[in-house]
C-alpha cells in the first residue's frame, strides 16, 4: 500500500485564510493525531484531504494517484465527519455490506453492542448507539486511509477504550488522521501528533508542547 | 448500483405522490387523469425533492455516498437522467 501525502493546502473562507501551506503525510500503521482549537480548521482540512471540500490549492496522493475529488477518493481513503452520515431509511445490516467486505462485516455485526441493531433502522439507533457504529463502519471499511472527526465525542467513557482499541487493530492495514478534542485519548492511541495552529501544522513531542503552543492552558 | 437505488429510495414516493397529485389536475382541464401531465410534473418535482432532502435537510447523508464514491454531481445527474426517463416513458404511455 502507498503513502498519503497532502501538500499545499490553502483554504481561506473571505479574508480569513484558515490553512497556510499545510503539509501532512501518514503511511499505514500510522495513527496521526490531528488537534487544534474551536475553528482551527480540522474539520476543513480533513474535508478537503478527502475531497469533498475544495481549496485554494491543494495536493493529495495517495500512492501515485492523484486525489481531486470524491470520485478519486473510493476505496482509498474514507471520512466520517463530526454530525454522522447514516441515512435514516436503511437497515444496518445494509449498510455494513455497503462499506465492509464480509470478514470485517461479521466483526462488526457480532459485536455485542450492535449485534442486537443489525435489523433494525438507522431512525431507531440512539445517538451514542449511531455514532458507535459509524466509528466501526468506516473503522473497518475497505479504504486504505480513514480521516475520522471527533469519533470520542458523544460517546460513553467505558467505549472509548474498544474504539481505541479496533482503531490500533485495523491501524496494521491502514493508516489514521484522527481529531478530537478529547486529547488524552488521542495522545493515547496516536503514534504521532499535530498540532494545528494559525494555519499551521506543529509535531507535538510531549504534553509541554500543548501548553506551548496554545491549546491547553498553563496551570493544567 | 446498491447505493444508487439507497440514495434514490428517499425521492421517489414523494415525487410520486406530488406528480400524481399534478397530474389529477389535469383531470380539471381534460376530464381524464393524465400519465402527460404526471410525467413532466415529475421531470420537475424530482429535483425539488432530491434539492430540499439532501441540499437542505439531510445535508450530511452525502458523505455516507461520497464515502461509496459517489460525488454530488453524480447524484445530481441521475437524479436528472431518472426523472428524464420517467418523464418519457409516462409521456409515450
Known sequence: ?220 | MQSLLIFYKKLIIPSAIFSIMIGMTGIMATGTFSLKYTGLAYLFICPMVHFFVYDVRYSNDYYFYYNLGLSRKSLWASTLVISGIACLILILI
Request: proline share 4%; with cysteine; glycine share 8%.
Open chain 1, 1 to 220: 500500500m502507498n503513502g498519503l501525502h497532502v501538500d499545499s493546502i490553502i483554504k481561506s473562507y473571505g479574508n480569513n485564510q484558515v490553512l497556510t501551506d499545510i503539509f501532512i503525510s501518514c503511511n499505514p500503521g500510522e495513527i496521526v493525531g490531528l488537534l487544534g482549537r474551536n475553528g482551527s480548521g480540522k474539520s476543513t482540512l480533513l474535508k478537503i484531504i478527502f475531497g469533498s471540500l475544495n481549496a485554494d490549492t491543494k495536493f493529495v496522493k495517495v500512492g501515485d494517484k492523484i486525489i481531486n475529488g470524491v470520485n478519486d477518493s473510493r476505496n482509498l481513503i474514507n471520512y466520517l465527519p463530526q454530525d454522522g452520515f447514516l441515512p435514516n431509511h436503511i437497515k444496518i445490516k445494509t449498510i455494513i455490506n455497503l462499506f465492509c467486505d464480509k470478514y470485517s462485516g461479521e466483526i462488526i455485526s457480532e459485536n455485542p453492542l450492535i449485534r442486537p441493531l443489525v435489523n433494525k433502522k438507522c431512525n431507531k439507533l440512539s445517538g451514542g448507539e449511531k455514532r458507535l457504529l459509524e466509528i466501526l463502519l468506516i473503522t473497518y471499511s475497505k479504504a486504505n486511509y480513514v480521516l475520522i472527526d471527533e469519533p470520542f465525542n458523544g460517546i460513553a467513557p467505558v467505549y472509548k477504550d474498544e474504539i481505541k482499541r479496533h482503531i490500533q487493530e485495523q491501524s496494521k492495514f491502514k493508516g489514521f488522521i484522527i481529531t478530537d478534542h478529547d486529547y488524552r485519548n488521542i495522545l493515547d492511541v496516536a503514534s504521532r501528533v499535530l498540532i494545528l495552529h494559525d494555519g499551521a501544522i506543529q509535531e507535538i513531542k510531549n504534553r509541554e508542547e500543548l501548553i506551548y503552543w496554545g491549546y491547553l492552558p498553563q496551570a493544567t
